[in-house]
């Protein structure tokens, strides 16, 4: 079987929308709509329609017919705002839902009608739930999401078996084929004013005159060219779910739910290897408001319990709002990043579990201080010192390049002995301070240095270790020479010269960047 696509059409959107915000009738109400300098209608209440007004009539004229009707200006921001949280609340039936703009929602239901009593039921219950909700809908199921859109704006909804959707929508107005501008209107010109009429006509003749995009359009119809769909976000492939038959409105059931679903979504986990990296709840509301909350983990974990404990503070923040509007008829919980579970053997010294212990440390600090506050250092595959790490959240993914391992080849201070001394300070200024320093050759180290106003003798030195600016970059920077020196009271400094001399320089710059134990 094909892919099955159901399209959801909002024919008074605006209407619908500023009834649920004003809490006012819509029955006498008309959206307007600003075009040349003038108000002109777009939409009709139900009683604006059955005394006659039309769509298209300017404000003036529908003001004569019915002096008393309820002007709603035309706001495509908090349209597009609604549908995004229709679109959200959606998602209870399908994880792929996508905006069709500006008033519908296409909803790829492949394999999960099923789960709704079928097709039929399906779509009844979508449409029934939206006007529960204060919004007027027609709902098509197609084998292709062009077809759907062309019942379900241009028809009378409804489910078409698979194979028979040209044949449905054949009867329909040739602007169910959303030619360019202007298309429609010259077919109808020809006299053809049906998707079958056109269906008809020579295809060489048509290209000639339209070009290709109608017969793109037919063959999208036909299914013989499948249009995209590009869903609010990637679906989940590890999620699970529950279901209520009465709205839940306890925390501590709540609660209680997400602990079963955590002990679910750890055993799919453990089946395929893995751990969640990030978990991901959803909250689903009786009255179409979805919620959602979720956390970070900074190593895969698939222990429900540790799981469950990470959600829980989120829970319990949301519940005044939990037990003061309606209940949650649906949970959904999931792991939108996983990462692979390396099978660890304990030892006597329980050496294995302190990587799990720091884990965990780290996620309950995150959740009780934010991630900004605990983070750690990553490596940067970078020259510059002062740009050779950055912070980042604990609880971000590792990658990125390794830490360099140290080097032992030989002494720093040959009289300390080798691990005496690191090969750089661990802390450096930032930026590096000037220094005035004299030098016995122009390449050579310092002798002396003047740094804060003292005046510091060095009694031994070693390098240049020479740095310059990667080639890649587009920034000039001049090339470093970086000296580790001693001065005669044993205080180490990390000093380099700005410049070569002679070539980048005739007056090269001293800088202190850190300091040694």
Not at 11 to 16: E, V
Not at 21 to 47: C, M, P, T, Y
Not at 282 to 288: C, E, V, Y
């Amino acid at each position: 079987m094909t892919g099955r696509f159901l399209c959801v059409y909002f024919p008074d959107l605006s209407l619908n929308r500023y009834c649920l915000e004003a809490k006012e009738s819509i029955d006498n109400a008309v959206l307007v709509q600003k075009r040349a300098n003038a108000f002109h209608v777009v939409g009709l209440g139900l009683r604006a329609s059955e005394i006659g007004l039309t769509v298209g009539v300017t404000l003036s004229e529908a003001r004569a017919i019915l002096p008393d009707l309820k002007v709603v200006m035309e706001d495509c921001d908090a349209d597009l705002d609604i549908l995004e949280r229709l679109a959200r609340a959606m998602e209870r039936y399908t994880p792929l839902v996508a905006l069709d703009a500006p008033d519908g929602l296409m909803l790829d239901i492949s394999g999960c009608s099923h789960l709704f009593g079928g097709e039929h039921d399906m779509a009844k219950n979508i449409a029934s739930r939206l006007e529960g909700w204060g919004f007027h809908a027609r709902v098509a199921v197609c084998g292709n999401p062009t077809a759907a859109r062309a019942m379900a704006r241009h028809g009378p909804g409804g489910v078409i078996p698979e194979a028979q959707e040209f044949s449905a929508v054949s009867p329909l107005p040739v602007v169910a084929l959303r030619l360019p501008e202007g298309g429609a209107d010259v077919l109808a010109r020809l006299g053809l004013k049906t998707v079958g009429e056109v269906a008809e006509q020579p295809r060489a003749a048509l290209a000639r005159r339209f070009g290709p995009s109608i017969a793109l359009a037919l063959d999208r119809l036909r299914g013989q060219h499948l249009e995209p769909i590009s869903p609010l976000r990637p679906a989940v492939s590890m999620t699970v779910e529950r279901r209520f038959a009465e709205p839940l409105v306890s925390v501590e059931g709540i609660v209680s739910v997400v602990g079963h679903l955590s002990g679910q979504l750890s055993t799919v986990l453990q089946t395929r290897g893995e751990g969640a990296r990030e978990l991901r709840l959803s909250l689903f509301h009786a009255d179409g408001i979805v919620r959602e909350t979720g956390v970070g983990l900074s190593e895969p974990s698939a222990d429900p319990k540790r799981l469950t404990a990470l959600l829980s503070p989120r829970i319990e923040a949301l519940s005044s709002r939990v037990e003061t509007e309606s209940g949650i008829d649906l949970m959904r919980l999931g792991a939108p990043q996983t990462g692979p579970m390396d099978a660890v053997q304990a030892d006597f010294d329980a050496n294995a579990n302190r990587i799990a212990d720091l884990a965990q440390l780290i996620d309950t600090l995150t959740e009780r201080l934010g991630a900004s506050r605990v983070q750690r250092i990553v490596p940067i595959d970078t020259h510059q010192p002062e740009d050779a790490e950055r912070r980042v959240p604990a609880t971000s993914q590792r990658c990125g390049a390794p830490w360099p391992e140290p080097k032992s080849a030989r002494p720093l201070w040959p009289r300390m002995g080798p691990d005496a001394v690191p090969q750089r300070p661990l802390r450096l200024f930032s930026p590096p301070e000037p220094v005035e320093a004299l030098a016995s050759v122009p390449d050579g180290p310092p002798v002396r240095f003047v740094w804060r106003r003292v005046a510091y003798r060095v009694a031994t030195a070693e390098g240049p270790e020479r740095i310059s600016q990667e080639w890649w970059q587009e920034v000039d920077l001049r090339t470093r020479d970086y000296f580790t020196v001693e001065d005669m009271e044993g205080r180490r400094f990390w000093l380099f010269r700005e410049g070569l001399y002679g070539r980048e320089t005739n007056a090269p710059a001293w800088f202190i960047h850190g300091l040694f134990p």
